[in-house]
């Protein structure tokens, strides 16, 4: 259940308290201040919600009324604050040594997948480490992250993520338009406040003129689709909300008492009755036919005016969730994820967290996450933290203990559409095949990287397809190798090529021999490219 | 921790493991970081009645076929309409007349009646009919993905689960268990035949060998080392003597006729041959049946097909002696409305699913039983309803798989394999 705290001591001490040691302090609920001291009567000058700008306006009024925390604008947490951070926290509980700092090549393929999905050309590799400027892993991060493929990375990423678990009818979604909605907020530099605003506030209603295949439930209008993902139910807004946005899992209480949680069955069914358009009922667990009315409320116990209509209700919820500073799970939530997919590995599952004592590290995840919203929950930023500090450019390990955590990153599988490219940047476009590889390799977004396998499929797709190596017979890179008369100087162009490094001096040493040992050349070079194509390497992020 | 989600507490209702239990087991293991593989495998333990050679094929019948225009036809009734019935061997027990050779054969094959569904839109019919869950935010595995993972052995050099046609997945399972798809019955799968003779084959595996090894050593050994075993298995695949039993080589024109010329024949035949060299479950389809319209017109060739071709399954089952241990399910998502619509051009039958049938035979199902009994004009039960998870319970029962088991999702959270279903007693012999 949720702790009332009588705690309200000065702002500095609150900070602290809510972000840092994580009391569940509860706000008092806003009220309006056209009539603070009789919310129960019909608010006057409510906003009619008729466009999403209106939307977030009522958002912002709603924002206002909830406490500023001015110390909070001088928390700031930068990317040696947070190796100093977990270096120490690391340290006291193993004596494992940290990973060493990656070389050149390593950082430039590994920031350019985390940025941008893309494997750097074998021109872009050479540039990169022959660059002498002293500052260019950071420069090279701020030039990828204002790509329009940063933005297109992450928009394919949330859109997999919110449409993964969804059994929505086709007719009534519109993926596409939520990933273009999501890259052109991206792109824009819009805060994660403001995207999760319009998602959880848009109240997409049926056309009964039109199909529903033909815009009928306005899918075609983007930040509709997480609530139509949801296929417009409460209960699936109400878990999906907390599952994408808070990183919790809440689900299990829909039927009853979360069994290693504190959410109550009661609490879901108040979170479901903020997505209701009309009256919400409980149905009671030991007999069906009992049904008990659920006024709506937030989980940490907010309740709306009653006054409010449904979609001003939306509103609320997403004020609550994303405004109230005693919800630091929404900061968090996001910081996490962005975090997992870069290191591999996350302080909790992205999506599943029970109680909080679950969370490793857990002072330096607040910590940022605070950043992370007192930086106005600026996207680049956190990337920029994230991925100039030393946690993040550590060489790979696939670590033993779990007190090992961050002392190295976590090799992880690039995403089905990723290796798609991955691919197609050698061989030109696959046409058809493309969609039956993306889900040969398909697997789910928000399932930690360490519980990820491959399949048979996914072998033999990659070894015996002709379609594949017959482009990769003719493609351009073979014929760039064909004319490289030096083995040694080929299989150099061979290994920048397709696994975006330099041989080492065995590995060079080792395909020397191979070349020499068949009479045939251009087929020793198809044979050479079939390995590297087929290496656990190709399709991991190292 | 790196997997966090097997540090949570689950439900103990049955005394199992529950993912903390695991941890202390494996002594705070890390090892069991390694993801979900180690549940799984301790979910492998259990099978020690893996090698019985127990099987399923599921014929699922894609758009719900008409209950009045198969098994339990209403004859000389408005509702029933101007279909026929054939006497079956069970006594009192009709087929509708588009059904003459299962009707001869239902010594072997016996009817349920009265299936009680809850969903009536194709997706998740077809979900609930081959999960016995109902489509939700959990992601349930197709009951083939459970038997697999069952009575599969996992060292085997071809696929445990195999589906001609497109499925549900293996849901919360992993990849593992998913079913592997065949486009077109009688091809061998997708990419198993090499595209460079065996010793460039060789050499290439070899090379890649090699390389793998150094990417572990660099770090990344649980990648590398899980990739190994996979294309050692892919490797194992391409040249097992059992890939055969995907096409039809050797098949007598005698053999070919009798399945059918259809795709459909084709598909009971590579069913019977998979079954036969061991595969423990595999799904065949015959769509077709969602029948709102031209409902007269469509039926004698499409049920026609499916008589022909099941028919033949199963006497070849029985003569081969597998019969006794190979499970047969043939059923669609649901049923068809009792009262005939009044579509254009000619009439057929919407969807319904408060009652409708389907046939099982072999794997330990008694034949000639009917279970339960519709109203004359078929818009009610009038005896014994089945719930989909009883159904399901006798589907695990037939196999010896525990249906009280619990499978644990990656959210840590225990799934019984089937819910609340109790078998049906008077189907097993």
């Known amino acids: 259940m949720i702790r009332l705290s009588a705690v309200r001591g000065p702002v500095a001490f609150r900070v602290l308290f809510c972000l840092l040691l994580l009391a569940g302090t509860i706000v008092t609920p806003w009220t309006f201040a056209a009539a603070p001291k009789r919310p129960a009567k019909p608010q006057p000058n409510l906003p009619d919600l008729k466009t999403p700008e209106d939307k977030m306006k009522f958002l912002e009024m709603i924002r206002a009324s909830f406490p500023v925390l001015r110390a909070g604008r001088n928390v700031s947490f930068d990317s040696e604050d947070l190796d100093r951070d977990l270096e120490r926290q690391i340290a006291k509980g193993t004596s494992t040594p940290f990973a060493e700092i990656i070389d050149d090549e390593t950082f430039i393929r590994r920031a350019s997948i985390d940025a941008t999905g893309e494997v750097p050309s074998a021109k872009q590799v050479r540039a990169f480490v022959a660059d002498k400027n002293p500052k260019k892993r950071a420069a090279l991060v701020d030039e990828l992250l204002a790509s329009d493929a940063f933005a297109r990375k992450w928009a394919r990423y949330w859109r997999n993520v919110i449409f993964y678990e969804s059994n929505a009818n086709r007719n009534m979604i519109n993926p596409q338009a939520l990933e273009d909605f999501f890259f052109e907020e991206f792109k824009a530099g819009t805060s994660w406040d403001r995207i999760v605003g ?151 599952s992205v999506d599943s967290l029970g109680p909080d004592k679950e969370v490793q590290h857990v002072l330096t995840i607040n910590r940022l996450a605070a950043a992370f919203r007192y930086s106005g929950f600026d996207i680049r930023g956190l990337f920029r933290v994230l991925m100039n500090s030393r946690t993040y450019q550590r060489g790979i390990a696939t670590l033993s203990h779990p007190e090992d955590l961050f002392t190295a990153v976590r090799p992880s599988r690039l995403r089905p559409y990723e290796v798609a490219d991955n691919v197609e940047r050698l061989t030109g476009s696959l046409g058809g095949l493309r969609k039956s590889m993306e889900s040969t390799f398909d697997a789910n977004p928000s399932i930690p990287q360490s519980d990820l396998e491959g399949s048979i499929q996914q072998a033999l797709l990659l070894m015996n397809n002709p379609t594949i190596s017959g482009k990769l017979a003719n493609s351009s890179l073979k014929k760039d190798l064909v004319n490289i008369k030096d083995d040694k100087a080929m299989i150099s162009e061979a290994f920048l090529g397709i696994l975006a490094r330099t041989p080492t001096p065995q590995e060079s040493v080792r395909y020397e021999y191979f070349m020499k040992d068949v009479t045939n050349r251009n087929e020793a070079i198809d044979d050479l490219m079939w390995v590297l194509v087929n290496s656990a390497e190709f399709c991991t992020k190292r | 921790m790196i997997n966090n989600n097997l540090l949570h507490v689950t439900l103990n209702r049955q005394g199992l493991l529950t993912r903390r239990n695991l941890l202390q087991l494996t002594g705070g293991g890390f090892a069991g970081m390694m993801g979900a593989g180690i549940l799984r495998t301790l979910g492998l333990n259990a099978a020690e009645m893996k090698k019985q050679g127990r099987s399923c094929i599921m014929v699922f019948l894609r758009g719900a076929p008409s209950q009045m225009e198969t098994w339990d036809p209403k004859p000389g009734t408005e509702n029933g309409g101007p279909t026929q019935g054939i006497q079956t061997k069970i006594a009192g027990v009709q087929f509708a007349e588009f059904w003459p050779k299962l009707a001869a054969l239902t010594n072997h094959i016996s009817v349920i009646r009265t299936i009680a569904g809850k969903e009536a839109a194709h997706e998740r019919g077809e979900f609930h009919l081959r999960t016995g869950h109902r489509m939700g935010p959990t992601k349930f595995p197709h009951f083939g993905s459970v038997v697999a993972q069952r009575l599969g052995d996992p060292e085997s050099d071809i696929p445990n689960f195999v589906s001609i046609g497109n499925t549900i997945s293996s849901g919360f399972l992993g990849v593992k268990l998913a079913p592997f798809v065949i486009g077109t019955p009688g091809d061998l799968p997708a990419n198993v035949k090499s595209t460079v003779d065996a010793r460039r084959f060789d050499r290439r595996l070899a090379a890649l060998g090699q390389q793998d090894n150094e ?101 070849d089952l029985q003569e081969r002696g597998l019969l006794e241990k190979t499970l047969v399910l043939v059923l669609g998502e649901f049923g068809r409305t009792p009262k005939i619509n009044q579509r254009t051009p000619t009439v057929g039958r919407d969807h319904w699913a408060r009652n409708f049938n389907m046939l099982m035979a072999g794997g330990g199902i008694k034949g000639g039983v009917c279970v339960g009994k519709t109203s004359a004009d078929g818009q009610e039960i009038e005896d014994r309803a089945v719930a989909v998870d009883d159904l399901f319970a006798t589907m695990c029962e037939c196999l010896h798989i525990d249906g009280s088991d619990e499978m644990i999702t990656p959210e840590g959270r225990p799934i019984r394999i089937v819910d609340e279903g109790l078998a049906i007693r008077e189907l097993l012999s």
């Open chain 1, 198 to 348: 319009e998602l959880m506030s848009s109240s997409p209603a049926r056309d009964r003129n039109k199909k529903p295949e033909d815009n009928g439930w306005n899918q075609d209008y983007g930040p509709n689709n997480f609530i139509l993902a949801c296929e417009n139910k409460p209960e699936l807004i109400a878990s999906n909300t907390a599952r994408l946005f808070m990183g919790i899992s809440i689900g299990c209480a829909e039927c009853h008492d979360h069994p290693f949680d504190s959410w109550k069955r009661e609490q879901f069914h108040e979170l479901a009755a903020f997505y209701s358009s009309g009256k919400y009922y409980m149905t009671d667990q030991n007999d069906p036919s009992q049904k008990t009315e659920m006024t709506p409320k937030f989980l940490l116990g907010e309740t709306p005016p009653a006054k409010l209509k449904p979609d001003q209700r939306r509103v609320a919820g997403a004020a609550y969730l994303i405004y109230n500073p005693d919800n630091y799970w929404f900061a968090r939530a996001y910081v996490n994820r962005i975090w997992s997919e870069l290191v591999g590995d996350g302080f909790y």
């Open chain 2, 215 to 315: 990417f572990a050593s660099l770090g990344a050994s649980y990648i590398a080392q899980e990739h190994q075993d996979l294309y050692h298995r892919a490797a194992k695949m391409m040249t097992s003597s059992r890939l055969k039993a995907f096409s039809l080589a050797g098949e007598s024109d005698a053999t070919l006729q009798s399945y059918g010329n259809s795709a459909f024949g084709k598909s009971c035949l590579v069913a019977r041959r998979l079954v036969e060299t061991g595969v423990p479950f595999v799904e065949i389809q015959r769509g077709g049946w969602d029948m709102h319209q031209d409902l007269w017109k469509n039926m004698p060739r499409t049920a026609g097909e499916v008589d022909g071709a099941v028919s033949t399954l199963v006497t």
